[in-house]
């Protein structure tokens, strides 16, 4: 009987939150005393051990920002379809690719429309594109890891066709999820390292980086490759074409409650030159484009090459870091767990990210465990490193839930934690699902939580004038949020 009155409140707070009055009108008072009952109904959430209160509860509470978020990962693959069909491409029945004329496909073309007409097509394609319905039923299909990295290959010739329409779908699902900012991985600096060397040049630039030794070695070489590209014109007018590229997308993003910044990336599966590529030309843009706040690295990174050339990636973000100081630095590392790849290879990948990489966030982290001397490794991470924990993309590509993930060790040893999504389209949820997993699973305080929305902001890589602004935001939507919760907590515990 109590439940079915709490059902009945709930949803009559649900109906009054969108009719919410401005930020400016509403009085707010005792929030001292309404956070205090706010954590009082968190706890008995938690306690009552039910998921669709507390899926409420977590998708009301402001949540600050997704610092580790994929553009073409976080659109889903219905708008996907949508962008074809306006493209006027087709759907392989046989493969589910795209193809962008009637004389391509290898065998009959679909138009999006006759995709969703075709149910037996269309949840094909959506457990293709995404991580949909994997695990309901038996079926031919890659492993998890597998298939998570291969939808990208799917949907790869559709996500860059329209970035400014899907930036604002991004923006609107944020605003109804209570964000205030994003930051995305939108894509790299595209230079075709053949147009600035030829053949012989190129082989041998990359086996000069796969045998150097020590940092000073691959300092050497990356000084001469340096100087080629930014003496040339071509180069700088790359860089400025996709600065002004991304301008363009971004108009009409930023307003008085919400902001979206990038960052630019290198491909790590790719031959030493081309990442060494990526990456210059991602440091520069960043240097002339403040919407550009950091330089990440991307792939699998069990990947045979990934694996090879880890250190000697290290080593191009510290020679980097050199050149470009205040270029902000987040790396996917620690992406593994034990039987993905050869012991040794646990050992080390957080550690070089943080002592030769200087990254000053580490996306996922999830091997800590096996890292060598990892003690001293997180006292060290929680002076300067703040760890983006990925819950729902670790369990399906990893295998790692529960007691499993690394998140309780992070905790205890006071490591900055923020909660993110990483490719919420391809992953089928979004920020407040992961904090949902958060709470469900390991059961943190209330204040806990609340620190975690709070270093989205701290961590991120906007400027100070930004993050105080989003801050003195973040402090006002806690007060309303908690001052509609303690009221509703309140009423539901006269019910009872």
Known sequence: MFRRKILIFLFMFLFSLVNLPAKGNLNISNSASNMQTTSKFYESLLKDDNEAFLTLFLTQMPKGGDLHHHFSGSIYAETYLDWISKKGWYIDKCTLHIVKDK??????????AQVLQDNLVYRKLLSAWSDKDFKNHYHEQAAPDANFFDTFSYFGAISHEYIAR??????NRAL??????????????YVNKK?????SQIANYDHLLVVAKTQKDVDKILEKITKIYLKN??????????ISKLNSYHLGIDDSHFLMRFQTSAVRVLDPLSVFTNLLAGYEAAK????IVGVNILAPENNPVALADYTLHMRMYNYLLRLYPKVHRALHAGELTIGMVRPKNLTFHIRQAVEIARAERIGHGVDLPYEDHPLALLKEMKKKVAVEINFTSNQFILGVKGDQHPYLIYSMYGVPIVICTDDSGVSRDNLSHEYLILAS???????RVKKYVYNSIKYSFLNQKEKVKLQKDLDVRFQIFEKK??????????QK
């Open 195 to 199: 147009d600035y060397f030829n053949k």
């Open 166 to 171: 899907g930036l604002k779908i991004l923006k």
């Open 485 to 494: 919760m303690a009221m509703l907590y309140k009423k539901l515990l006269l």
């Open 103 to 112: 004389n391509g496909g290898k065998c009959e073309l679909l138009t999006p």
């Open 233 to 242: 014109k071509k180069f700088n007018t790359t860089v400025f074409d996709y």
């Open 288 to 291: 002339k484009s403040p919407l």
């Open 441 to 447: 699973r390991y059961h943190p305080t209330y204040a």
């Open 176 to 189: 109804k999820e209570n964000l205030s900012y994003i930051e995305t991985m939108i894509g790299r600096v």
